[in-house]
T-cell receptor
């Protein structure tokens, strides 16, 4: 069974640009969550999608957005990039949306802002 | 609001020695607790989880963790460390039935001496 796939693995952008990251969950999983990992702030929850609806949202500005498609694949978008957005962005999927469901993580997309 | 504290930022242990990583959580109800491991350049791999029942939980690769409600702790242990256990370890608490939102501790980096 294939794991969580994130594309691209690496991305370099400049300030002011926008970026879209993609996540394909494990087959059959309907919940997709996104996390930002930085050396200073650690792992922080961005948002969760379940059955194409955003169900939870972390404390990030509106520049960070996401969506989920009918096949459970998810994308997150960051507009007007800032230097502080440089981070490893991790996607995680689980079968359903209860807090007791273990989440399976992809290898992440490393975003660097110049 | 839920929170997780991992008091040790770095731990160095000799190969073959025992290892214990500390985790303290703050959560208003019965917590869903997880331990994840992250190797450089990779995503998070689930080691074990606690939802209810037996407070001693067995995980993969010889890891175990003990849930102690009175101490709000969920410490991770391994009796004999292997060089391949060198990685960063994260403790996390789940949001309960309100969906998938993990709150992570700051992580403990484990170095293994030969």
């Amino acid at each position: 069974k294939a794991g969580v796939t994130q594309t691209p693995r690496y991305l370099i952008k400049t300030r002011g640009q926008q970026v879209t990251l993609s996540c394909s969950p494990i087959s059959g999983h309907r919940s997709v969550s996104w996390y930002q990992q930085t050396p200073g702030q650690g792992l922080q929850f961005l948002f969760e999608y379940f059955s194409e609806t955003q169900r939870n949202k972390g404390n990030f500005p509106g520049r960070f957005s996401g969506r989920q498609f009918s096949n459970s694949r998810s994308e997150m978008n960051v507009s007007t990039l800032e230097l502080g957005d440089s981070a490893l962005y991790l996607c995680a999927s689980s079968f359903e949306g209860g807090g007791n469901q273990p989440q399976h993580f992809g290898d992440g997309t490393r975003l660097s802002i110049l | 609001a839920q929170s997780v504290t991992q008091p040790d930022i770095h731990i160095t242990v000799s190969e073959g020695a025992s290892l214990e990583l500390r985790c303290n959580y703050s959560y208003g109800a019965t917590p869903y607790l997880f331990w994840y491991v992250q190797s450089p350049g990779q995503g998070l791999q689930l080691l074990l989880k606690y939802f209810s029942g037996d407070t001693l939980v067995q995980g993969i690769n010889g890891f175990e963790a003990e849930f102690k409600r009175s101490q709000s702790s969920f410490n991770l242990r391994k009796t004999s460390v292997h060089w391949s256990d060198a990685a960063e370890y994260f403790c996390a608490v789940g949001a309960g039935t309100a969906g998938n939102k993990l709150t992570f501790g700051g992580g403990t980096r484990v170095l293994v001496k030969p």
